[in-house]
């Protein structure tokens, strides 16, 4: 019997326009760079887009897996076209070296900018379907909030993106992009995609699907998908900081009946417009922000989160204006989690555990968002930095 091959690739970055550090091939080799049979040891076992493919493909007795290459990196500045050339490259050789292919699974995030593509998964989508040909069918997933082109869907309907933010739902959609593309290729069922674009950029802060108007659109997104001939909706509230025309939010609908997925596709997206108030949020400040959580009385932890300098939606994590207030403040019993600053950890390493040590902590990659705070500290204690996530996701790769 012959077995139909499948390849599995993954290409992930979100790319913030503005911040001042570029992510260069490094970031993508020293974070997650992993070719051929590497990929098993890196994903089986794991709630990714990836665990996921192997995990349905794995099931499948006529099926042959060729792992091709998958290469994801924090989110960051843009991607440097050496990065991405290199990385393209590498996915293109692995493609052509495999063979003939009967499908392949991808995993993308759809917010990747590279210095000189605006759209580069879509100039990836492009070369790979060139190169393996239009019959061939591909399916992606994709994170919610990538800024989506209509040009995605002319190289193949089946694009599923997350449901959920925080994004624990990355295994889930590589297990329904693999059935889909199962289904077509075993049972040759036909794919419509319907896409329609929003001229809004809503802010991620309230983007979270437990509540607002972003878990109402997945509620509605749920209860399309329920209906007769159509097969998948996904919301994207895209990217905002990343500077390029295809951004902003969009609807796809995965259908079997190409009348039915339009008219799906454009009531979710008249939905999508009627809460766009919602997503907008009076935030504090952070003087605000810290004398409210000083005035919530509860034994349990509060966490106060600077969401402007997100580190996994890009941010540099070293600006300094919430560390100065709260040293400022001197309140006990108060952690200040993550700060990038390789400077003070190499100072505090050779300082050694339990000693004194002079630090200018932070305000080193965006000092115009609050210059770095001196401090005389203590080493308490050092580590590796290597740690186990045992929560609903597992990937290092998430962007939050
Ligand atoms: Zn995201």
């Given amino acids: 019997m012959r077995k139909h091959r499948i390849g599995i690739a993954f290409f992930y970055h979100e790319s913030h326009s503005y911040s001042p550090?570029?992510?260069e091939i490094e970031q993508f080799r020293n974070e997650g760079y992993f070719i051929g049979d590497e990929i098993y040891d890196a994903y089986i076992g794991t709630k990714t887009e990836v665990g996921g493919f192997l995990d349905v493909l794995?099931?499948?007795k006529d099926v042959e897996i060729v792992p091709l290459l998958c290469a994801a990196a924090i989110p960051s500045g843009v991607v440097s076209t050496e990065a991405y050339s290199i990385i393209e490259k590498q996915m293109l050789e692995s493609i052509q070296q495999a063979g003939g292919l009967d499908g392949l699974l991808l995993a993308l995030h759809?917010?990747?900018?590279v210095e000189d593509l605006f759209d580069p998964e879509e100039h990836l989508l492009g070369k790979i379907r060139e190169l393996i040909g239009p019959s061939v069918p591909i399916a992606t997933t994709l994170d919610m909030h990538a800024n989506l082109?209509?040009?995605?869907?002319?190289?193949?309907?089946?694009?599923?993106?997350?449901k959920t933010y925080p994004h624990v739902d990355m295994y889930e959609q590589g297990v329904h992009a693999s059935i889909a593309l199962l289904k077509q290729l075993k049972e040759g069922v036909n794919y419509y995609a319907s896409f329609e674009k929003l001229p809004m950029m809503p802010?991620?802060?309230n983007m979270r699907t437990a509540e607002g108007p972003m878990h109402k659109m997945i509620e509605w997104a749920k209860q399309a998908e329920e209906e007769e001939g159509i097969y998948n909706v996904s919301v994207f509230g895209g990217f905002p900081y990343s500077d390029i025309p295809m951004v902003g939010a969009s609807v796809l609908v995965v259908s079997l009946n190409p009348q039915k997925g339009k008219e799906t596709a454009q009531k979710m997206a008249s939905l999508f417009w009627s809460v766009r108030e919602e997503f907008i949020m009076e935030l504090p400040d952070v003087k605000e922000g810290l004398n409210l959580s000083l005035a919530i009385e509860d034994d349990k932890p509060i966490v106060l989160a600077d969401i402007s300098d997100n580190p996994l939606s890009c941010g540099s994590g070293d600006t300094t204006e919430l560390l100065r207030e709260m040293v400022h403040m001197n309140i006990p019993d108060t952690l200040f989690g993550g700060l990038y600053d390789p400077e003070s950890?190499?100072?505090?390493?050779?300082?050694?555990?339990?000693n004194k040590?002079?630090?200018?902590?932070?305000?080193?990659?965006?000092?115009?968002?609050?210059?770095p705070v001196q401090v005389e500290a203590t080493v308490v204690a050092l580590s590796d930095g290597i740690f186990h996530n045992s929560g609903p996701s597992?990937?290092?790769y998430e962007s939050i």
Avoid: W
């Fill in 21 to 23: 550090m570029k992510t």
């Fill in 58 to 60: 794995k099931q499948e």
């Fill in 110 to 113: 759809g917010a990747m900018v």
């Fill in 149 to 162: 082109s209509e040009k995605m869907i002319h190289y193949t309907p089946l694009h599923f993106g997350f």
């Fill in 203 to 205: 802010p991620s802060i």
């Fill in 345 to 354: 950890i190499e100072a505090c390493r050779k300082a050694g555990a339990g």
């Fill in 357 to 371: 040590v002079s630090l200018s902590l932070g305000g080193k990659v965006s000092p115009e968002f609050g210059e």
């Fill in 394 to 396: 597992i990937s290092i």
